[in-house]
């Protein structure tokens, strides 16, 4: 693929295409509404249910005395507009396209959710009992292994629930009592209340606000981002995760993402002390607000630091960890399945690479480098799967950027390893692969070779290992608990595995770039679009 170089000048951009590209994707977006809420054309929802009652329960999927910090339940929210899972009658309603609530501390919350403005809209909270969660992963695996697993569930129904949304450009938050809660936690079987609630009802509270004060606003928004008040960006506490919304990428095209950040049990604001900051992209169907949650069903990072009695320390107490939730195809007015990181169209040569997404990236890791003591040259990029290509790309087109760089279980199949390899050597950029040798979706091979192209003809001498196992669990493509589990995880004997769990964290934390940067972004030329190298 023709790459861009940048000379000096902001407005210079060499390979430039021969039309402009700044109109074809503004027009792109807008037509596909690819940028969700942020051109006012429909209402946001949220919602809120108390859980205090509840908070010293344990949560699901805890195991050797260990608490996993997701809530006594897992709750979802399934309803009648297309971001809930329906689009009509009850009958409708999919479970599997509802939204997932988070759990923070004494409630559950949604993510800013788009419905129709002005209408009339109709959900039910449902408590999930999925019996194999705690130890499947079927976001990794096959179609037929994640139907095995999530047929395996009960759902417990709360009673209706029957709002109306505000106008354009506005947010009505509806905030459930605990009782709800409580009913949904007791629940010995599938049923459904005949209580209704609405705006009426003495126990609900709703507010209404613009939409601005549910989204945190990248650079490209703002007339001067010297530097951001800490009031602007969410904050969770201390060994904590939070989610939120995050509008951002170039003035012609901004594009929202739903992400979550972590922050270690050390992390003081007020400390003078810079943490290292890893950005982690998930794998494909993967999402944090429905079916194939990575807080329930799998072994990333994201999951373990919760309280996981499989997280290394290395992981849990070193990291700031910035995770944004990939935009689906449904959401980016796309083909293909699930949508993929920094690319549009299906898997394959042909899949045109999304410019803009790279650009709300940027945004993203800028922005929260402004807000938290980040230590810019200590950034390092982890993927899996459909992540790892994701790492690959952004690593090879941001060179100089981050500290390490590594990729699970990834593939590359959008142009030639070589063009990757050529940009890859040309920066000394430790990498650390992870691939079992029987896995048959995404080749080993074809990484193997990959890593060796890098070793042998950087002319910097660069780090990189590439660590081969057999996957004796899953279909040979589920290597999370190789890279991720903490040492002492290894299973002995026939079948057994060795993970690398404090050995990769450690290394990762010890990891120093150039830390460069950019000093500005330009709506000039999105198409051919890489970040400059000059320092900030």
């Known amino acids: 693929m023709e790459q861009q170089s940048w000379n000096g000048n902001r407005n210079d951009w060499q390979n430039q295409s021969a039309w402009s590209t700044k109109d074809k994707w503004a027009d792109f977006y807008e037509m596909q509404e690819y940028t969700i809420l942020t051109k006012n054309s429909s209402a946001g929802l949220v919602i809120k249910l108390q859980g205090n009652d509840l908070a010293h329960i344990a949560s699901p999927g805890s195991r050797a005395g260990h608490r996993l910090d997701l809530g006594p339940m897992r709750v979802r929210v399934v309803g009648s507009v297309e971001s809930l899972g329906g689009a009509g009658s009850r009958k409708t309603w999919l479970l599997e396209e509802g939204k997932d609530l988070m759990w923070n501390t004494d409630h559950w919350i949604t993510s800013l959710l788009r419905v129709p403005p002005n209408t009339t809209v109709e959900f039910c909270l449902c408590n999930i009992w999925q019996w194999k969660e705690a130890n499947h992963a079927p976001g990794l695996q096959s179609a037929v292994d994640r139907e095995r697993c999530h047929s395996s569930r009960r759902v417990i129904w709360s009673g209706l629930c029957r709002f109306t949304t505000p106008r354009k450009g506005q ?68 060994g904590r995760q939070c989610s939120f919304s995050f509008r951002g990428g170039q003035k012609c095209c901004e594009l929202m993402l739903n992400v979550n950040l972590y922050v270690p049990p050390g992390f003081d604001p007020n400390e003078d002390k810079d943490w290292p900051l890893m950005l982690f992209l998930h794998s494909q169907h993967c999402r944090f607000d429905g079916d194939l949650n990575l807080h329930y069903e799998s072994d990333t990072p994201p999951r373990l630091v919760l ?230």
Request: hydrophobic letters at 35%; a negative charge; glycine letters at 8%.
């Open 171 to 238: 947010v009505l938050q509806v905030t459930l009592p605990a009782s709800v809660a409580g009913s949904l936690y007791r629940g010995r079987r599938s049923h459904s209340s005949a209580e209704v609630f609405t705006e009426d009802s003495h126990t609900v509270q709703t507010t209404i606000s613009s939409i601005e004060e549910h989204i945190v606003q990248g650079r490209a928004g703002r007339a001067s981002w010297s530097s951001l008040p800490w009031q602007v960006f969410p904050l969770p506490a201390a």
């Open 307 to 536: 309280g996981d009695s499989r997280c290394p320390e290395s992981l849990r107490n070193n990291f700031i960890i910035l995770s944004p939730q990939n935009l689906s195809s449904r959401e980016r007015g796309d083909i293909g399945g699930d949508g993929m990181w920094l690319r549009r169209g299906e898997f394959g040569k042909d899949a045109e690479y999304d410019y803009p997404a790279e650009a709300v990236i940027w945004d993203l890791i800028e922005t929260v480098k402004q807000s938290l003591p980040i230590d810019r040259t200590r950034i390092s990029l982890v993927g899996t799967s459909m992540g790892g290509q994701g790492a690959l790309q952004l690593a090879s087109r941001w060179p100089g950027f981050f500290a390490a760089c590594v990729p699970v279980a990834a593939h590359f199949e959008f142009e030639p390893l070589d063009a990757v390899a050529l940009r890859l050597v040309q920066e000394a950029l430790p990498m650390w692969f992870f691939h079992a040798v029987n896995d048959h979706i995404c080749s080993h091979s074809a990484m193997q070779g990959l890593a060796r192209r890098i070793r042998h003809h950087s002319p910097y001498n660069a780090e990189v290992h590439f660590t081969s196992f057999y996957d004796t669990w899953s279909s040979g493509h589920h290597a999370d608990r190789i890279p991720f589990w903490k040492n002492e995880m290894t299973k002995d004997g026939p079948g057994g595995w060795r993970c690398f769990g404090d050995d990769l964290f450690e290394w990762l934390a010890t990891q120093s770039g150039p830390g460069l940067t950019c000093r500005s972004l330009t709506p000039t030329v999105v198409e051919k679009w890489t970040p400059p190298r000059s320092h900030q």
